[in-house]
């Protein structure tokens, strides 16, 4: 991949967008747009492994997402189940320590039972944490964590490190509520590509985008002491 330990990322985050437009565009079923979502995602997971990342946070189903028609609604939470159940062995596997982030409820039980069962099953792995967030939204994980005191330490992972680099698919150009607390320094990296149409390939060329962004802008690897992270 070409890029030094010492330029990498520490946290990429990616708001995985365009899964409808792709299945549209192809006369398909919006279902089928995410399950090839699924398969662009584990291509990634892939990549950051090989690349040697530590932390990436996905965006899998957002607070506002209950607001999709209810028969989409119930495909994304039978769809989300039914990979956890089926990429868990994988994520045990591969090293992967995967953990959900994001309100329990209203999600249901079947659902928050696969993400446990995952969570259970992976909390040994410390190879690359993969973080699933799911019914999330930014502003409920701050106030969420405001009504129990002092935000930092007690927002859903306290120990997740900021967001270095933040993508979004499909052309949009917004945070839609991702990760506002951890992303506050991110450096941002939007492209038209759609989420199925990612990969590996395209997660190595946000991260070469990310290295040259530090050497063009900072001049100093690391932040001067009382500049931001
Ligand atoms: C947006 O496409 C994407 C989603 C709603 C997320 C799909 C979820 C995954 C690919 C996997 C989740 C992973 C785990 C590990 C549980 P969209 O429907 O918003 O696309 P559109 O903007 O074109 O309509």
């Not at 398909?28 to 399950?35: A, C, F, K, T, V």
């Not at 090839?36 to 990342?53: H, P, S, T, Y």
């Not at 039914?82 to 659902?111: A, F, N, S, T």
């Not at 690359?128 to 964590?145: K, T």
Request: glycine share 10%; net charge negative; hydrophobic share 40%.
């Amino acid at each position: 991949m070409g890029i030094s330990v010492d330029r990498l990322p520490g946290h990429v985050g990616i708001i995985m967008d365009g899964n409808g437009r792709w299945a549209e565009a192809r006369g398909l079923d919006r279902s089928l747009g995410h399950e090839a979502g699924e398969r662009a995602l584990f291509d990634v997971v892939e990549g950051a492994l090989e690349a040697g990342l530590r932390y990436l946070s996905v965006y899998a189903f957002s607070t506002e997402n209950w607001s999709r028609p209810p028969s989409e609604v119930a495909f994304l939470l039978g769809f989300n189940r039914r990979l956890l159940r089926q990429r868990r062995d994988y994520m045990v596997e591969r090293g992967v320590r995967m953990r959900r982030l994001g309100r329990r409820d209203p999600v249901p039980g079947d659902v928050l039972e696969e993400f446990d069962a995952a969570e259970e099953a992976t909390r040994g792995n410390d190879r690359l944490a993969l973080q699933v967030c799911f019914n999330y939204g930014g502003r409920a994980e701050l106030e969420d964590a405001a009504a129990r005191g002092s935000i930092p330490a007690h927002l859903y992972a306290p120990d997740l490190p900021d967001v270095d680099l933040l993508i979004r698919t499909s052309g949009e150009k917004r945070l839609s509520n991702f990760l506002l607390w951890q992303s506050a320094y991110a450096e941002l990296y939007f492209t038209e590509m759609l989420w199925p149409d990612f990969s590996r390939a395209a997660l190595f060329e946000a991260l070469r985008d990310y290295a040259a962004r530090r050497r063009r802008f900072g001049g100093l690897d690391e932040p001067g002491e009382g500049e931001p992270r």
